[in-house]
């Protein structure tokens, strides 16, 4: 089954921003415009939600919590979708894999891109 390919995942600071990408391989780029795309996100443990959808005319919807944070688009002369992502935090860490929906209803996925959020941190002082 041929999937989509995703790439831009990797490691930052809470509060950083991160723009991931979604390319049709050659075998699908026919098909690529007319397709409704989604990016999924698996955080540790549990199970694959749906975070941000695109419509091929352009409509797009989020999930609460990611709302004013990211934003999905799509490139269709260059077969691509993104997301960018901004003031990232811990719960953002995940594996993010574009999908249509379709292959979704099929559980058949491609490999992702892992997006790791980390904290900044909290002071330990001791005192002797």
């Known amino acids: 089954q041929v999937h989509l390919v995703e790439s831009g995942g990797g490691l930052v600071q809470a509060g950083s921003s991160l723009t991931l990408s979604c390319k049709a391989p050659?075998?699908?780029?026919?098909?690529?415009?007319?397709?409704?795309l989604n990016w999924y996100r698996q955080a540790p443990g549990k199970q694959r939600d749906l975070v941000a959808s695109?419509?091929?005319?352009?409509?797009?919807n989020y999930i609460d919590s990611v709302k004013g944070r990211f934003t999905i688009s799509r490139d269709n002369r260059r077969k691509t979708m993104y997301l960018q992502m901004s003031s990232l935090k811990p719960e953002d860490t995940g594996v993010y894999t574009c999908?249509?929906?379709?292959?979704?209803?099929?559980?058949?996925w491609g490999q992702g891109t892992q997006v790791t959020v980390w904290g900044q941190g909290t002071q330990v002082t001791v005192s002797p």
């Open positions: 050659r075998a699908i780029t026919s098909t690529f415009n007319p397709l409704t």
């Open positions: 999908n249509t929906p379709l292959q979704a209803a099929n559980n058949d």
């Open positions: 695109i419509t091929s005319t352009g409509a797009t």
